[in-house]
């Protein structure tokens, strides 16, 4: 059983930083690429960004360019997503996503096979 599980989100102000961080258990994903979605109310799910099997190649949304960081840790199996400069239009549920058959940067969803839960995050202004 493949299980991605998203760290909880919160609330903050405008401005602020937050980590999310998605721990995948069940399968080693160390070769493989991750990423992050997220879907506010009424919309799309959409990319947010995107790392390959060594972390050595990072793919970003135009729309957090420059105030988002993604990262992993092949060791513990977890990807990292830094927001800041955080935005209330970045309020959104959060999702994980690991591919099991890419190892590049997809940015998007069908290049995925797994999903965390989603994470709500809410960025008030």
């Known amino acids: 059983q493949v299980q991605l599980v998203e760290s909880e989100g919160g609330l903050v102000q405008a401005g602020g930083s937050l980590r999310l961080s998605c721990a995948a258990s069940g399968r080693t994903f160390s070769r493989k690429a991750m990423g992050w979605f997220r879907q506010a109310p009424g919309k799309e799910r959409e990319f947010v960004a995107a790392?390959?099997?060594?972390?050595?190649?990072?793919s970003l949304a135009n729309s957090v360019k420059g105030r988002f960081a993604i990262s992993r840790d092949n060791a513990k199996n977890i990807v990292y997503l830094q927001m800041n400069s955080l935005k209330p239009e970045d309020t959104a549920v959060y999702y994980c996503?690991?591919?099991?058959?890419?190892?590049?940067?997809?940015?998007?969803?069908?290049?995925?096979?797994?999903w965390g839960q989603g994470t709500q995050v809410t960025v008030s202004s």
């Open positions: 996503a690991a591919s099991s058959r890419y190892t590049e940067a997809p940015v998007s969803t069908p290049f995925y096979d797994y």
């Open positions: 790392i390959n099997w060594n972390g050595g190649s990072t």
